[in-house]
């Protein structure tokens, strides 16, 4: 199971940072966290993911509270083209390899 | 280093008839997972394969749908006699050999329209 909690929808505007929230309150020490995205219409993207540290690509930064029982996606800078359904995902270390999704967040960018 | 490679992208099929969806990994990925979204709903989850053995199928309709990923070649989900439920966007995914430490591909999906 995804084992995660994330609010519905968000609002942005454009060129200005976003943090996606995500709580995983019972998340092991092996647990991986990864965030995906759907665009209208399309397949899902690979984002990125963690296991303990902050993570950063070019794509987006990952920010895992020392707790590890919560994480943040941030966007530095919010364009139209982020606006997506964004899923936080936990997976065990001993379980199962398959992604299980939620209902994830919603992603709106204003102009 | 094309990505995953899912055909075709739209398919229609009138009621009764078999649909057959392909998915190319990525090169050097052994892992597909194969999903489901229906209109205005969520990802889930049908099967994962490795080359020539089912992982996990606990996500597949116990009729009438079918997976396989042989030695050679994609691979492929089947729907025998579709019914206007089974329209929906169809999403495979591959990964190296354990996707919870890399991340995992998604192709852009298979469109089925039953009519």
């Known amino acids: 199971d995804a084992k995660t909690t994330q609010p519905n929808s968000m609002e942005s505007n454009e060129e200005e940072p976003v943090h996606l929230p995500c709580n995983h309150s019972?998340?092991?020490?092996?647990?991986?966290i990864h965030w995906y995205r759907q665009l209208p219409s399309q397949g899902p993207e690979y984002v990125i993911h963690g296991l303990t540290s902050n993570v950063n690509n070019r794509m987006a930064s990952l920010a895992i509270a020392e707790d590890r029982k919560s994480s943040t996606l941030i966007l530095h800078r919010a364009t139209l083209r982020d606006a997506a359904v964004y899923y936080c995902?936990?997976?065990?270390?001993?379980?199962?390899?398959?992604?299980?999704f939620g209902k994830g967040t919603k992603l709106t960018v204003n102009p | 280093n094309a990505g995953v490679m899912q055909n075709p992208r739209h398919l229609v099929r009138r009621r009764g008839q078999e649909a057959r969806l392909r998915c190319s990994p990525m090169?050097?990925?052994?892992?597909v997972y194969w999903y489901r979204q229906l209109p205005e709903e969520g990802l889930k989850f049908m099967v994962y394969l490795q080359k020539e053995n089912i992982i996990d199928e606990s996500g597949m309709p116990k009729e009438r749908f079918s997976a396989e990923f042989p030695k050679e070649g994609p691979s492929i989900l089947r729907i025998q006699q579709v019914v206007r439920g089974d329209s929906a966007a169809y999403f495979c995914a591959s990964s190296p050999l354990d996707g919870r430490a890399v991340g995992y591909t998604f192709g852009s999906g298979t469109r089925l329209t039953v009519v």
């Open positions: 995902i936990r997976f065990s270390q001993g379980g199962s390899e398959k992604l299980v």
């Open positions: 019972t998340i092991s020490g092996t647990d991986y």
């Open positions: 090169k050097g990925h052994s892992h």
